[in-house]
Every structure is written in C-alpha cells, then in structure tokens.
C-alpha cells in the first residue's frame, strides 16, 4: 500500500496532511516482473520509483558488455538522475532481479509538488544527499585495488544483497570476472 511510501517521506521529513493526501492520489504502483526493465538504455527517465518489495540493478553498457553501477531494494529511492533532471536520455538501464512492487511519480508530478508545498523541498534534499553519499561509497568500493577489498567493502555498503544478488552481477559491479570474484567470496565464508 502507498502508505508504506508516506511513512518513509515522514522519516525524510514530511509533515503536510495536505501533502500525503495529494501523494496518495497520485502515486502510482508498478507490479514488475524478474528481469524486467523499469528504463531501458537511451531512454527517458520519466518517473522516480519508491521500492516496496523487490530488488533492482542499475548497470551500463561499455564495450558490449553490462556494467552494474548500484543496486536497490526495499525501501530505496531509485531513478536515473542524469535523464530525470535534465531531460536526456538515459545512460543507465534499470532491471528487476526479483518479482517487484514499485510506486513512483512523475517529473513533472514532482516538480508541482515542489512549488504547491515548498516544506517538501527538505524532504528532497534529504533524499539527495542520501544518495549522494551512497554514490560516493560505491565509487570508494570500486577505487579498492583488489577484489578481496572491493568485496568487503560491497558487504559493508549491500550486507543483505550477498545472497539475493547473483553472483555475475556481484562481479560485474566489483569490476572482475564472475570465477575471481567466486573464489574470494568462497574463502570469505570459510573464515
């Protein structure tokens, strides 16, 4: 239920009854499929998602080949903020990795609610710098010369995801081969 959304924006600062009516008027909800993609590459990122249930991936394509850039799950904010604030396509694709409920709203739905009730401007801002911070440590993680300590620092950023995550995408976000990145995980469970 979107309530679920309401109660998390509370969290973020959200305090207008007006507000949260408006929201649950408006928000819309996604039931999406494993392997189902909410943005395809070159694309327009049109609407931010707020996870209910599920779990998704947000990867590139470089040289042919699929990059994971983040992964969300329950509870996260998620969109392509590149597309979705300037209007460009879309240089990331987002993909469900399990069954998947999602609400969202649209830019432009978002951007009257900024101008009808300015107090949510906080909100948004906590979201950002939420993200943003997230955004710093996935870069850190992947700044880590071995696979050994991008691995490590991935179970600090994602604990939950080690299990739920295959482990190709594991490995395609540490930046190694699906085989390396088996090896270290096996000898980092056996310790």
Same mark, same amino acid.
């Given at each position: !239920?979107?309530?679920i959304v309401i109660t998390f924006l509370q969290t973020k600062g959200l305090r207008s009854k007006e507000?949260?009516?408006?929201?649950l008027k408006i928000l819309r909800r996604d039931v999406i499929k494993k392997k189902k993609k909410l943005l395809e590459i070159n694309d327009f990122c049109e609407r931010v998602y707020f996870i209910?249930?599920?779990?998704?991936?947000g990867f590139r394509k470089?040289?042919?080949?699929?990059?994971n850039e983040w992964f969300m799950k329950e509870g996260d904010v998620m969109f392509d903020p590149l597309s979705f604030y300037t209007g460009e396509p879309s240089e990331v694709a987002i993909e469900a990795l399990?069954?998947?409920?999602?609400?969202s709203i649209s830019i432009h739905q978002l951007e009257h609610i900024y101008q009808k009730y300015p107090g949510f401007n906080l909100t948004g801002r906590k979201?950002?710098?939420?993200?943003? !911070? !997230?955004?710093l440590r996935n870069a850190a993680a992947l700044r880590e010369p071995t696979i050994k300590a991008r691995y490590a620092l991935f179970i600090k950023l994602y604990p939950d995801l080690d299990t739920r995550v295959p482990a190709v995408h594991i490995a395609s976000f540490l930046g190694c081969s699906e085989e390396a990145f088996i090896r270290v995980r096996n000898k980092n469970r056996r310790k």
């Amino acid at each position: !239920m979107s309530k679920i959304v309401i109660t998390f924006l509370q969290t973020k600062g959200l305090r207008s009854k007006e507000l949260k009516e408006h929201l649950l008027k408006i928000l819309r909800r996604d039931v999406i499929k494993k392997k189902k993609k909410l943005l395809e590459i070159n694309d327009f990122c049109e609407r931010v998602y707020f996870i209910e249930q599920g779990l998704f991936r947000g990867f590139r394509k470089s040289k042919g080949r699929q990059k994971n850039e983040w992964f969300m799950k329950e509870g996260d904010v998620m969109f392509d903020p590149l597309s979705f604030y300037t209007g460009e396509p879309s240089e990331v694709a987002i993909e469900a990795l399990e069954d998947s409920i999602v609400y969202s709203i649209s830019i432009h739905q978002l951007e009257h609610i900024y101008q009808k009730y300015p107090g949510f401007n906080l909100t948004g801002r906590k979201l950002t710098e939420k993200y943003y !911070m !997230m955004s710093l440590r996935n870069a850190a993680a992947l700044r880590e010369p071995t696979i050994k300590a991008r691995y490590a620092l991935f179970i600090k950023l994602y604990p939950d995801l080690d299990t739920r995550v295959p482990a190709v995408h594991i490995a395609s976000f540490l930046g190694c081969s699906e085989e390396a990145f088996i090896r270290v995980r096996n000898k980092n469970r056996r310790k």
